[in-house]
């Protein structure tokens, strides 16, 4: 199949791309320019398209030719000096993309989205029929939602071939988001205190969203289905001790109560608007709101249906950790 991929040269999205370098599929990514991201793509064997998803014209110039499409691209952050790229990406780009696959005759799309689109849900740990909570707790996860609302109504009303991934929380080598900093700041003693100890999140191996993607594609006939990536829920205590038996480093031995973690996430968000600046220990409000909701994930559908088996997250986290000392 010839496949094309949008975010290709992001932390999933790499390891999509060089998955997919061992089958038989040709592969054909969109990037905004040649760096040496795009460049490791070309190793390879992927070719590249310059565009981006929220350039309309380019997506459909890249994708025309194409069998299927993986949608990788999103803003992941929890904050930006210009909040309206959140939409722009999110949003419009998804619909952008949606609407080309539409246009161009594609037969399968996987968008890949994230389990914070479900906010809080009743069901603990929730599933992929569990009726989303009313509260999203980020400019990330609403974007996102809103993006989510834009496949389903197409492919409801329009016919859109969609399947729809939600990874959990992400991590392994290479990381630099949220829970690679996490990691990285407790690692390099960054971390003045703990926060939300009590809080759990459900953590995958960065390898096993890409392994669950490519076997989303390669499915027959589950046009229409959702699936939940991860399994291991873990509190941040327990995230924090393990973090620090394998690297050897103390975590934070203050912890910060709740209120006050969130009166300082209010403080330092409000400092980060006036300087531009992202907010000091990465505490903005966005990050905290999330941190403290937490949320608990029932991934065993991919397990079934895909037949894709977890990677224990200590694993993930030995591998990242082993980064720091190369």
């Known amino acids: 199949m010839k496949i094309f991929i949008t975010g290709a040269t992001g932390f999933i999205g790499t390891r999509v791309v060089n998955r997919l370098a061992n089958t ?15 460049e490791r793509l070309k190793s390879f064997g992927a070719k590249l398209i310059t565009g981006d998803v929220t350039d309309k014209e380019s997506v459909f110039r890249g ?15 929890f904050w930006e000096k210009n909040n309206r790229l959140y939409k722009d990406i999110n949003i419009n780009g998804t619909r952008n993309v949606m609407e080309c ?13 994230s389990v914070v689109i479900y906010g809080k849900p009743s069901d603990s740990p929730f599933t992929e029929e569990s009726e ?14 809103e993006g989510d609302l834009i496949v389903w109504d197409l492919y409801k009303n329009k016919g859109l071939p969609v399947v729809v991934v939600y990874p959990s929380a992400v991590c392994g080598p290479g990381d630099t988001k949220a829970t690679g ?5 407790i690692v390099n003693k960054r971390l003045p205190a703990a926060v939300f100890k009590n809080a759990s999140l459900t953590f ?16 027959q006939g589950n046009t229409g289905e959702k699936y939940l990536i991860g399994k291991e829920i873990i ?3 327990e995230i924090n001790n393990m973090i620090s038996g394998i690297s050897g480093v103390h975590p934070p031995k203050l912890h910060m109560p709740d209120f006050l973690t969130m009166m300082s996430a209010y403080f330092l968000t409000g ?7 992202q907010p000091l220990w990465g505490m903005s409000l966005d990050k905290m709101r999330v941190m403290k909701e937490g949320f608990r994930v029932d991934g065993s559908k991919a397990e079934k249906e895909l037949g894709i088996t977890y990677t224990p997250v200590r694993i993930a986290l030995e591998e990242h950790i082993a980064t720091f000392k190369k």
Request: charged fraction near 25%; glycine fraction near 4%; hydrophobic fraction near 40%.
């Open 24 to 38: 038989e599929h040709e592969v054909f990514c969109i990037v905004r320019k040649t760096n040496e991201a795009s």
């Open 63 to 77: 994708m025309k030719g194409c069998e299927w499409v993986i949608h990788l691209a999103g803003l992941y952050s």
């Open 101 to 113: 696959a539409l246009e161009t005759k594609i037969s399968k799309v996987v968008h890949v989205s």
């Open 132 to 145: 989303p909570g009313p509260v999203r707790f980020s400019r990330y996860s609403r974007t996102k939602y």
């Open 181 to 185: 900093r996490y990691v990285s700041d």
């Open 204 to 219: 995958v191996h960065v390898n096993d969203v890409a392994e669950a993607i490519i076997r989303a594609a390669e499915k």
């Open 235 to 237: 509190a941040f205590q």
């Open 271 to 277: 400092i980060s608007k006036l300087i531009k600046k």
